[in-house]
């Protein structure tokens, strides 16, 4: 793939407003890679304030089927010139080291960036990430859709009728490490907030999607899946003892939820059946209005949580946050794209 940093300058001195400030038309989306999801599907319909506009894969087939799965008009052999022609940017490239040096044209011109979970891989890119939103004023999303449901209300109101929080179990039903541990690891950040003091990885280890779904995208007989844990330890809040979150992702029938153990009783919060509904609707405020739902410094205590869990994996003890340097980072492995690659009978 050709860089993208030789264009940056150039990209500064064209800043300039998106048309649809000048215009009111429909903002222009860029897709930025072929990802698992989906989500840019929501703009491929005229009832919505953003319309998919062009597509850019370092696989150039798989581009071309992108251009008609998701209403695009154009197909672009560069990455930067798409940023320079739309309004805002949803990166969805499975491949998650790449976010920085993708993300960065569409920052550095002070547009929104969606990218989809994990954030990055390195701790040191997702604090340029970040570092970039801040100076530039590009607002950044990277959430998982279970931030957004009701129940993250009700827990909060609930710890403070029944507090203080002793410990959770937050649990998520996919097995993938750095795909479904943003699930629980977020989605009790967004209910109970932070202060993560060390995470503890135990359990199987899952990133082959071959391993789990077929190439016509079914779940395979008899997959040979187990379960993960990160135990995340909270620095004391008040003088109370630590908080132990037990962040659990595994194949097993249950839905996504979290059971709350206070000082005076205990509840299991599920996450609502509406929960793409509360995020769509936060999707559209955050391309629309430049909304930024949650704190960054919530967006990089997450990820590190996430990557100091991986490093935990790696040493077998337990992780301190303040620990982690730059180059730490989640892993990855090629099974991830490929496996999508042959999903879409791109070989």
């Known amino acids: 793939m050709k860089t993208v940093a030789g264009g940056i300058a150039g990209i500064v ?30 703009w491929n319909s005229d009832t919505q304030p953003c319309k998919n506009y062009g597509v850019w894969d370092d696989v150039p087939e798989m581009a071309a089927k992108m251009k008609v799965s998701f209403g695009c008009k154009k197909v672009f ?4 010139k798409l940023v320079n022609e739309v309004d805002v940017i949803h990166y969805e490239h499975a491949d998650y080291r790449k976010a920085l040096e993708l993300v960065q044209p569409a920052l550095m011109q002070g547009k ?52 203080p929080i002793r410990g959770y179990e937050a649990y998520c039903c996919e097995p993938h ?14 209910a109970l907030g932070g202060g993560i003091d060390t995470a503890y990885f135990t359990g199987d280890y899952f990133i082959n999607l071959a391993n789990w779904l077929s190439d016509e995208g079914g779940v395979m007989p008899n997959s040979p899946i187990g379960t993960s844990l990160s135990v995340l330890k909270y620095k ?5 003892p630590p908080i132990i979150g037990m962040n659990h992702i595994g194949a097993h029938p249950e839905g996504y939820h979290i059971d709350l153990y206070t000082a005076k009783a205990n509840k299991v919060f599920t996450a609502s059946n509406k929960m793409g509904a509360y995020f769509n609707q936060v999707y559209t405020d955050f391309f629309v209005n430049r909304k930024i739902p949650r704190p960054y410094d919530a967006v990089l205590e997450q990820h590190r949580a996430l990557v100091a869990t991986n490093v935990s994996r790696l040493t077998g003890r337990a992780v301190s ?3 982690l340097g730059g180059e730490d980072a989640l892993p990855y492995s090629d099974s991830i794209r490929g496996w999508l690659l042959r999903l879409n009978k791109i070989y």
Do not use: C
Request: net charge neutral; aromatic share 10%.
């Open 13 to 42: 001195a064209i800043h300039k407003a998106p048309a649809f400030a000048k215009n009111m038309n429909k903002l222009k989306v860029g897709i930025l890679g072929l990802g698992s999801h989906g989500f840019a599907g929501l």
């Open 177 to 190: 490490f750095t795909w479904h541990f943003p699930h629980v690891i977020n989605y009790a950040h967004a």
């Open 112 to 163: 929104p960036v969606f990218i989809n979970r994990p954030l990055a891989a390195s701790i040191y890119d997702a604090e340029e990430i970040i570092r970039l939103a801040r100076k530039y004023d590009a607002p950044v999303l990277s959430p998982s859709m279970l931030e957004f449901g009701p129940e993250v209300t009700e827990m909060q109101e609930f710890v403070k009728e029944n507090g």
């Open 236 to 240: 004391p809040r008040n003088g109370e």
């Open 77 to 80: 052999k560069d990455p930067v």
């Open 321 to 323: 946050l303040d620990s």
